[in-house]
Structures are given as structure tokens and as C-alpha cells.
């Protein structure tokens, strides 16, 4: 992807996160890894000021203010997950964004870079991931912001898969680090066949493709044993914890949980 000068002159949203007309701030939720249990990452959550939740904040975002609310999202998921002890954890921070609010990977993300130098997070612990869910009014230039990503460095992640618009066909088209397994997908997987087979086939696909696998959604001791049997590693969901507002929340992991093949 070929930047012009234009797109790397940053827009006023870019270089000071400043435009929105209303507070937000940040909940954390525990990626879990199976093998150590101990968080590979924590994932930041928007919320409003008083903890609204995240329908309460995306209902005020309009198209005038998108490219703002992206990027305050990241100064805040940086700032209140340093603020809540991130950085001794070891741990990645994994951040929600918006493609259709980055018209130039390299310029929209020069914000982040200067919170994360200021705040002393390293770059390489940051994950991006947005949602199939989201109607992508042009795939290449998503396929180009994660291309852009992956050299930069950070990780890059693609939520709720198996539930959008494209499924396995957006995937064909570019592979991001990781995928995250809708939770319709995991809900009572311990007694659904047909949802174990896709899941061990999304498995098998992704370890072709060089791709880490996150289940999400796992609320019950049942799924997560059936999860851990399929040979899934990386897990989150109300089972382990819930999200914490501006902390990092402990973990309920069971020992024999642990040791994933």
C-alpha cells in the first residue's frame, strides 16, 4: 500500500485525539493462556465515565466524530492499562478499532505511538483487532491497514469470527495474527458435535495458516474442558473473568485447565 504525502499529514483527530463531545473510559478482560494461566493479554473494553456500557458510548458516536473516538480509544486503553499495573504483568494490550476510521495506517497511528512512548509501553505488546461484524465498505483498504500493522510490528486480530459479513472469505483475502472465535460458536460446545467439528477445523485451518486461535465467550467449566480437549490454547470469557472498570481483573482458572497439549 503506497502512501501519498497527503496521507501521512495527519488530521487534527489524529495529532491531538481532541473532538469528542463526551467522556469515555476503559475496562479490561483477561485473555487467558491454557498453558501458564496467566494473561497473554488483556483486551480494553470502552465504557462511559461512570461505566456505561459500551452500547451507552457507540450510540453517541457519529460519522463527524469517528475518527476521534478511534483514536481517543487507544490514548485511554494505553494510559488506563499502564495506570492499572499492565506493564509487570508481561502481558499484551489488545485494542478495538475502527477501519473504516483510518484513512492512512501511518498517519492515524502516530497518536498511539506517542501515548505508548510517553506511558513507556512497548509497541511490540500491542494488538489490534476489529470486527467481521462491521460492514467493510472496502476490504482492501482493511487488508492494507493490517499489511501496514504487521510491519510495524503489532499484532493484528480479527473478533467475532464465523458471525459477519465475509467469514471465510475475508480471511482468503488476508490473514491477521490471530482470529477470535465468536461466542456463538463456544456456547455449549460440551454438547454440540457440530460446533466441536468447526472449531477443530478452524483450528486445523489456522495452524496452516500460521494464525493463533482465541475462543471467546466461555461461561461455563464444561465449554472450557471442551475446549481445552479440541487442543484450544488461548481463552476469555465470564468463566476466567469479568471485565474490570479501569483495572486488570484477577483470574479463576482451574488447575486442571492448564497444560494444553
Same mark, same amino acid.
Given at each position: 500500500?503506497?502512501?501519498?504525502?497527503?496521507?501521512?499529514?495527519?488530521?487534527?483527530?489524529?495529532?491531538?485525539?481532541?473532538?469528542?463531545?463526551?467522556?469515555?473510559?476503559?475496562?479490561?478482560?483477561?485473555?487467558?493462556?491454557?498453558?501458564?494461566?496467566?494473561?497473554?493479554?488483556?483486551?480494553?473494553?470502552?465504557?462511559?465515565?461512570?461505566?456505561?456500557?459500551?452500547?451507552?458510548?457507540?450510540?453517541?458516536?457519529?460519522?463527524?466524530?469517528?475518527?476521534?473516538?478511534?483514536?481517543?480509544?487507544?490514548?485511554?486503553?494505553?494510559?488506563?492499562?499502564?495506570?492499572?499495573?499492565?506493564?509487570?504483568?508481561?502481558?499484551?494490550?489488545?485494542?478495538?478499532?475502527?477501519?473504516?476510521?483510518?484513512?492512512?495506517?501511518?498517519?492515524?497511528?502516530?497518536?498511539?505511538?506517542?501515548?505508548?512512548?510517553?506511558?513507556?509501553?512497548?509497541?511490540?505488546? &500491542?494488538?489490534?483487532? +476489529?470486527?467481521?461484524?462491521?460492514?467493510?465498505? @472496502?476490504?482492501?483498504?482493511?487488508? *492494507? %491497514?493490517? !499489511? #501496514?500493522?504487521?510491519?510495524?510490528?503489532?499484532?493484528?486480530?480479527?473478533?467475532?469470527?464465523?458471525?459477519?459479513?465475509?467469514?471465510?472469505? &475475508?480471511?482468503?483475502? +488476508?490473514?491477521?495474527?490471530?482470529?477470535?472465535? @465468536?461466542?456463538?460458536?463456544?456456547? *455449549? %460446545?460440551? !454438547? #454440540?458435535?457440530?460446533?466441536?467439528?468447526?472449531?477443530?477445523?478452524?483450528?486445523?485451518?489456522?495452524?496452516?495458516?500460521?494464525?493463533?486461535?482465541?475462543?471467546?465467550?466461555?461461561?461455563?467449566?464444561?465449554?472450557?474442558?471442551?475446549?481445552?480437549?479440541?487442543?484450544?490454547?488461548?481463552?476469555?470469557?465470564?468463566?476466567?473473568?469479568?471485565?474490570?472498570?479501569?483495572?486488570?481483573?484477577?483470574?479463576?482458572?482451574?488447575?486442571?485447565?492448564?497444560?494444553?497439549?
Amino acid at each position: 500500500m503506497t502512501e501519498t504525502p497527503h496521507a501521512l499529514a495527519p488530521c487534527a483527530g489524529c495529532r491531538d485525539g481532541a473532538g469528542l463531545p463526551f467522556d469515555i473510559a476503559m475496562a479490561f478482560q483477561p485473555i487467558v493462556d491454557l498453558q501458564t494461566g496467566k494473561p497473554f493479554a488483556y483486551e480494553a473494553l470502552v465504557r462511559g465515565p461512570e461505566g456505561q456500557g459500551a452500547g451507552w458510548v457507540l450510540d453517541q458516536v457519529t460519522d463527524e466524530i469517528r475518527y476521534a473516538f478511534d483514536q481517543q480509544c487507544r490514548v485511554k486503553a494505553i494510559e488506563t492499562a499502564v495506570a492499572a499495573g499492565i506493564l509487570e504483568t508481561g502481558a499484551k494490550l489488545s485494542i478495538n478499532f475502527l477501519p473504516n476510521a483510518v484513512y492512512s495506517p501511518k498517519a492515524c497511528i502516530q497518536l498511539t505511538l506517542k501515548t505508548a512512548r510517553a506511558t513507556g509501553f512497548p509497541t511490540d505488546r &500491542l494488538i489490534f483487532e +476489529f470486527t467481521e461484524n462491521e460492514q467493510m465498505a @472496502d476490504p482492501g483498504h482493511v487488508a *492494507g %491497514i493490517v !499489511a #501496514s500493522y504487521q510491519q510495524m510490528g503489532f499484532g493484528t486480530a480479527l473478533d467475532d469470527f464465523g458471525a459477519g459479513h465475509a467469514g471465510l472469505n &475475508l480471511l482468503a483475502r +488476508f490473514q491477521t495474527d490471530l482470529i477470535k472465535l @465468536d461466542m456463538e460458536l463456544i456456547r *455449549g %460446545i460440551d !454438547a #454440540s458435535l457440530p460446533r466441536r467439528a468447526i472449531v477443530a477445523g478452524v483450528m486445523r485451518m489456522c495452524e496452516d495458516l500460521g494464525i493463533t486461535v482465541i475462543a471467546e465467550g466461555i461461561e461455563t467449566a464444561e465449554e472450557l474442558a471442551a475446549l481445552r480437549q479440541i487442543g484450544v490454547r488461548y481463552i476469555q470469557g465470564y468463566h476466567l473473568a469479568r471485565p474490570a472498570f479501569q483495572a486488570l481483573p484477577a483470574i479463576t482458572l482451574p488447575a486442571t485447565a492448564r497444560k494444553v497439549a
